[in-house]
């Protein structure tokens, strides 16, 4: 568990900086072997980004999510412990949202404040089920994650087809206007990207996680089990409740952006396959951030904005789009071994040096 | 009695795959390194096979299409466990992020290259030459167990002689007892003289390439083709398969055969007027519930291998 912390913690900014230059560049490579032109490629997905209001706020829109899942992973990670589950909670606090704004009126902003609370907790509440079985019943998190993602999105199919069903697709009623947390005006600025709240509470949460985890005694407690759960353990700190709460706030905040997704994006829940996957960019994000606020923030911006410019790369380069993803896991695969960063720099300089000398 | 045949008969099909990647899983977890990474074997499996198979039933191979498929999905498939090693055994990186990120890769990378072969297509072309139930001659002609044991895929036949070729060489020979006691304490095997990062490197490249063998199972059987869904979440399934069978060979086949009534299960009772009331998503949601109680019930510390998840570090206690 501590070396699990220190791997987070304790990593310079280089490696980091490394792992995004060497992912970018191997995906230029594998570019060049499919028969793509990289600069192209990379140029269209850019102006993705940039191109235009529209575009940008559309890039900011895609960035939330990140922020939210990389503190939900974070959180976890720091008290030594993995929440792949982030998904499952995702779809909770979707469908908790989805409820309360779809079978409830109510008058607005109101209405949307106890939507957000609704999908909230019932996000917390997923999370803190893998708490529960983890120190009550000793079942590894990574399984009962695992388990109750799947669970959660059939649970969601089942309660929407019940109750919420629009007849002839494969997605829920939409809610109701009085629960949209969409931000109208500025949506209209931006030519109706789709700007909601939960940007505004993603920045709230960035502020409230540093003060959180370094300046309260719960924050403290966190660190402390996964510095060393049994010196924690020996320092008088309940570990069941530490892990437990845990959990709970890390699905908080997944639950959150099935929160947003639902109240300020899409207004309805589809019927989907499979779980949205934002939980597992978490990690990524969490990883390249090394759990910190500010951390976090440059690598959800930096992962958003790619993953929405990649939709460009076809589009302007007709480069299929999963490079990007491709060139996600390659930075996640360098910040997660920073030896292997370590032994190239050595490498390169040891040759350098074999060179002045020879 | 014939309903239960069928129930048979679709348990072992949906059950084979997970057979394999599961005893893949439990290889790399029994010599210490935990391998989240299944999925992405299994797709990189399916992938692999499914291109490989297609490519030689145009070439006029015929029947020997899909055997070439499984050939491939073992070989393609080291350049992901390989990925695996060179992180979390050669660089000492987390496991689990390691095991993530190979699926992130695969998942990505095959797509890109299916994408990249067929013309932009999300899957590759149908393949005719897949996999074909055998019919034992005699056995197969018994009532009942005949057509509930004996007329199925040659690969349900294979994943069942492998269990007992792991099973074998895990608790009867000297490899498997080094495999074991690299997972439980790597420090008295590299005393005794086991090279235990190599040993471990070995059992993740070996185990994946077994497990590439599911997602083969699956794309040259029920899919004959190969698309981004075609694993969706298999290989997280059979990892829950090693944890409730208790890294044992025979534990790991029989939660798999578990799971593998459960979706036999989903098709088979919707036939029924009864069953239609229930909505269909209890059925999915079945397999995971039914996981979690029983997980609930029976786990008790210290079943997993000593040292899963711990990097070797020579000189460290």
Redesign the interface.
Same mark, same amino acid.
């Given at each position: 568990m501590n070396?699990?912390k220190a791997?987070f913690a304790g990593e310079s900014v280089k490696i980091s900086l490394l792992s995004i230059v060497l992912g970018l560049l191997i995906g230029a490579i &594998?570019m060049i072997a *499919? *028969?793509y032109n990289p600069l192209l490629a990379y140029q269209s997905m850019l102006e993705k980004i940039f191109g235009n209001a529209y575009d940008m706020g559309e890039a900011l829109r895609a960035i939330v999510p990140l922020i939210f899942t990389g503190l939900a992973v974070a959180i976890a990670f720091r008290a030594g412990m #993995?929440n @792949?589950g982030v998904d499952g909670q995702i779809v909770m606090g979707s469908l908790g949202a989805l409820m309360v704004g779809n079978m409830i009126s109510m008058p607005p902003i109101i209405h949307a404040i106890v939507a957000i609370i609704a999908g909230t907790l019932l996000g917390g509440l997923w999370g803190a089920l893998v708490g529960v079985?983890k120190t009550k019943? *000793? /079942?590894?998190e &990574?399984? =009962?994650c695992?388990?109750?993602n799947?669970?959660a999105l059939?649970?969601s199919? +089942?309660v929407i !087809?019940?109750f919420m069903a629009e007849e002839g697709t494969s997605r829920s009623q939409s809610i109701q206007e009085s629960a949209s947390i969409q931000i109208n005006w500025l949506s209209g600025l931006l030519d109706g990207a789709r700007i909601h709240w939960g940007f505004a509470l993603a920045v709230v949460a960035l502020i409230a996680y540093h003060f959180y985890m370094n300046r309260t005694k719960w924050g403290y407690e966190i660190r402390a089990v996964g510095n060393n759960n049994h010196a924690a353990k020996y320092a008088g700190m309940n570990v069941s409740q530490v892990v437990i709460r845990t959990f709970f706030l890390s699905g908080m905040l997944g639950g959150m952006v099935g929160t947003f997704e639902v109240l300020g994006v899409f207004k309805y829940m589809a019927i989907a =396959?499979?779980t949205s996957g934002l939980g #597992?960019d978490g @990690?990524a994000v969490a990883?390249l951030g090394m759990n910190g606020a500010l951390g976090i923030l440059l690598a959800a911006a930096l992962f958003g904005s790619l993953m929405y410019g990649a939709q460009g790369m076809s589009f302007g380069a007709n480069v299929?789009g999963? &490079?990007i !993803?491709?060139v /996600? =896991?390659?930075i /996640? #695969?360098f910040a997660?071994?920073? *030896? +292997?960063i370590r032994?190239l720099l050595n490498k390169t300089k040891r040759s350098k040096q074999a060179n002045r000398e020879g | 009695m014939e309903i239960l045949g069928f129930l048979i008969n679709g348990t072992l099909v949906f059950a084979t795959a997970l057979i394999f990647a599961a005893l893949g899983g439990l290889i790399a977890e029994r010599s210490g390194v935990i391998n989240l990474g299944l999925e992405g074997f299994m797709v990189s499996g399916a992938f692999s096979s499914a291109v490989t198979a297609y490519y030689a039933e145009q070439a006029g191979l015929g029947a020997a299409a899909p055997w070439l498929g499984c050939l491939a999905a073992l070989v393609f498939t080291v350049i992901f466990s390989g990925i695996h090693v060179i992180a979390s055994v050669r660089f000492k990186a987390n496991q689990v992020i390691s095991g993530i990120v190979v699926n992130m890769l695969a998942a990505s990378s095959t797509f890109f290259m299916v994408k990249l072969l067929f013309d932009g297509a999300a899957d590759t072309p149908v393949i005719t030459n897949v996999f074909h139930r055998i019919h034992i001659p005699w056995l197969s002609d018994i009532p009942f167990l005949g057509k509930a044991l004996f007329q199925t895929y040659p690969t349900t036949y294979i994943a069942f002689i492998l269990v007992i070729i792991v099973y074998y060489v895990m608790f009867k020979t000297p490899l498997g007892l080094r495999m074991r006691a690299v997972g439980e304490h790597p420090g008295a095997a590299d005393t005794a003289g086991v090279n235990v990062n190599r040993l471990r490197a070995w059992s993740v490249m070996v185990g994946g390439s077994i497990a590439a063998l599911g997602g083969a199972t699956i794309a040259l059987t029920a899919n004959s083709s190969f698309a981004f869904n075609t694993i969706s979440g298999q290989g997280y399934i059979a990892l829950a398969a090693v944890i409730f069978g208790r890294w044992h060979p025979v534990g790991a086949m029989g939660a798999a055969l578990f799971f593998g009534f459960a979706q036999a299960l989903k098709d088979q009772v919707q036939l029924y007027e009864f069953a239609r009331a229930i909505p269909t998503e209890v059925f999915y949601m079945l397999p995971y519930v039914l996981t979690l109680i029983a997980l609930i019930f029976t786990v008790g510390k210290g079943s997993s291998p000593a040292a899963l998840g711990q990097p070797y570090e020579p000189g460290k206690r």
């Open positions: 070396k699990l791997l &594998v *499919g *028969g #993995f @792949i079985l019943r *000793g /079942i590894n &990574v399984i =009962s695992i388990m109750l799947w669970t059939y649970l199919h +089942m !087809k019940a =396959s499979a #597992f @990690i990883l299929p999963e &490079v !993803k491709m /996600i =896991s390659i /996640i #695969f997660a071994a920073p *030896g +292997m032994w | -």
